[in-house]
């Protein structure tokens, strides 16, 4: 009972942090001009911002492989039956599933972007493109996955 209460209070100060974060990121200020086109400001915390970000993905990255870790020692190896046992698998086999459209459909992608006024054909920077389109459809596809597993798990209740 203690470590739950213990996670609940980093769970708050976690998004506490975040939310001022947040905050000074859209309210401090946009004065700060992109060097190759002086008309484009970006904010003055935006790297206050991707750090924060990139703190709380290794964070996480690290609390779940050491959560996989500790669980698989916990369960000496025995798997719940039925789908229950199987949800890691079926997990896994989404992500993969996911990567591989996201590079599919990033590979046949032959768009010129805009960005900051300047265009940029996706020949020139292909391996960046191809990794941002990968990412984003793959956490596209994921978040509907979780989605559709939470209407599920809401609407067929196990039976007592």
């Given at each position: ?32 001009p ?20 990139y ?52 590979a ?10 300047k ?16 990412s ?25």
């Amino acid at each position: 009972m203690k470590s739950l209460k213990i996670s609940d209070y980093v769970l708050w100060g976690l998004f506490g942090l975040s939310a001022i974060v947040i905050l000074l990121f859209l309210f401090v200020g946009y004065d700060t001009p992109y060097e190759e086109a002086p008309k484009f400001v970006a904010p003055k915390m935006l790297d206050l911002l991707l750090v924060w970000m990139y703190i709380l993905i290794a964070v996480t990255a690290i609390l779940t492989i050491w959560s996989a870790i500790k669980g698989l020692g916990a369960t000496g190896g025995q798997q719940a039956k039925g789908l229950a046992g199987k949800t890691g698998l079926i997990g896994f086999g989404l992500l993969i599933v996911s990567v591989v459209i996201g590079l599919l459909v990033g590979a046949a992608d032959k768009d010129t972007l805009l960005i900051n006024g300047k265009a940029f054909a996706a020949a020139e920077h292909k391996t960046d493109y191809l990794l941002t389109d990968m990412s984003m459809i793959s956490i596209i596809i994921m978040m509907l996955a979780t989605i559709i597993a939470l209407v599920v798990s809401m609407v067929i209740q196990p039976k007592k």
